[in-house]
């Protein structure tokens, strides 16, 4: 039996120069709760979206009362939705983390 080798297959971003990216003001981040038996899983769902701004009439001043509020419920629309294993997630935090830190310099 022969062990095992490490092989490199060259990979590319197949990217669409005509998609246009969608916009992202809201996030959020969920574990995939409690597996039979009390154990954690190892899994995390990653959401991005967008919120557009509620057309309000407002008063001469462009002010919103409370009471116009009351009740508006404004949904987020879903632009991706992601499965991660924890390790995973950490990888793309700690990539993140390592862009934010060259940017900051």
């Known amino acids: ?16 120069p005509a998609q246009v990216p969608d916009p992202v003001s809201r996030f959020m981040v969920q574990g995939g709760g409690v597996l039979p038996g009390g154990a954690p899983s190892d899994e995390c769902y990653l959401l991005f979206g967008s919120v557009r701004p509620p057309a309000l009439q407002g008063d001469q001043n462009g002010y919103v009362t409370s009471e116009e509020l009351e009740g508006l419920n404004i949904p987020i629309s879903v632009v991706g939705n992601f499965f991660f294993t924890t390790a995973r997630l950490r990888e793309l935090r700690d990539m993140i983390s390592a862009f934010l830190d060259d940017e900051d310099q």
């Open 1 to 16: 039996m022969r062990a095992p080798e490490n092989l490199w297959v060259p990979t590319y971003w197949a990217m669409n």
